[in-house]
């Protein structure tokens, strides 16, 4: 998995909202993989190599009427008629979709109703025009944004400026849009299991772009933390009782560690203080209940803009509550 999020960032240049990331039950962790390719589910029969794709933001099926509307059929010519306005309607679409050059039609879904009928499928599949359906919205606009198009929403709108030319494939019994974006497939045997590794994926992901944006690691195990309390309570220079009072507010994080972790903080805190003025590495070591190297022995290490951005925001959520005169009660 750590791979995958390497070469996903690499695919992406650093950038994490270009990564897209599909689920897909069936198989093992193992086989987590980055493709530089857009992969989507249809049906992969008679695609060609080389597609004409456009993207759609309007539904292929019949209209549906005003909330104040209605439709009265009294006899079956009526209903006759009523089937062949349908698919009059419904065939007009195809011919002009048919007309644009599309070869590959990507539909966004509808909540309102269904994005592509029976009617509308069996007559693209007879103009030769393959179709993704039932596309997210978030998907759609991933697609667009890759791919430099222009997603249409009124079939007249439709030509071959909205179109561009891709190159498809087959993986993993996906439709593969190569050259365009970045895909990582998370796999797992159910649903639980692929939504922990995509959790763990985005904490993977997360990980290498701190490290792409400052690329240096610092011990874990509350070893940053109580250096810093250790430099602050020994500073004689300002206000010292109030770096006092910020050295102890640091000193809770390896004590609310150990207390975590079932050790007896204050022992553990007074050990790691010690230890720490010989050692620049030393944290609480969780298995062996004591203080140890976190880098040559636990190798617990974490990326040194977690450390930043976690006492930054910290001195930016005090400074504003500082910034608070009065305080009035909720009504009850």
Do not use: W
Request: charged share 25%; net charge negative; with cysteine.
């Amino acid at each position: 998995m750590a791979i995958a999020a390497i070469k996903g960032m690499e695919h992406a240049k650093g950038d994490k909202r270009k990564i897209r990331v599909v689920k897909k039950i069936g198989g093992g962790l193992d086989d987590v993989k980055a493709y530089k390719s857009i992969l989507l589910e249809c049906d992969l029969k008679d695609i060609p190599k080389k597609v004409k794709l456009g993207v759609i933001q309007f539904c292929l099926s019949a209209p549906k009427t005003n909330m104040d509307s209605k439709i009265l059929i009294n006899d079956s010519a009526l209903m006759e008629k009523l089937i062949q306005e349908e698919r009059r309607y419904i065939l007009e679409m195809c011919k002009k979709i048919k007309k644009s050059g599309c070869t590959l039609l990507v539909i966004q879904k509808s909540i309102l109703r269904e994005s592509l009928s029976d009617l509308a499928s069996h007559f693209l599949k007879q103009l030769n025009i393959s179709v993704v359906n039932s596309v997210d919205r978030k998907d759609v606009d991933y697609i667009c944004s890759t791919m430099n198009v222009q997603p249409v929403s009124e079939i007249d709108l439709l030509n071959s400026g909205s179109l561009v030319d891709v190159e498809t494939g087959e993986v993993e019994g996906m439709l593969e849009i190569k050259g365009y974006g970045c895909t990582i497939l998370v796999r797992g045997c159910d649903d639980m299991v692929v939504e922990e590794a995509e959790r763990s994926l985005n904490d993977a992901l997360c990980v290498v772009k701190c490290l792409e944006e400052l690329p240096f690691l610092v011990p874990g195990g509350g070893s940053i933390e109580m250096g810093i309390a250790l430099m602050l309570s020994e500073s004689t220079e300002g206000n010292v009782y109030v770096l006092r009072e910020i050295a102890k507010a640091f000193e809770g994080v390896p004590y609310f560690l150990a207390r975590n972790a079932g050790l007896y903080p204050v022992e553990i805190v007074s050990e790691l203080r010690n230890e720490l003025k010989q050692n620049d590495y030393v944290g609480i070591s969780v298995r062996s209940g004591h203080a140890g190297d976190m880098v040559r022995e636990d190798s617990v290490v974490q990326p040194a803009k977690v450390s930043i951005n976690v006492i930054t925001l910290a001195i930016e959520t005090v400074s504003m509550i500082l910034k608070i005169d009065d305080i009035l009660p909720a009504r009850k």
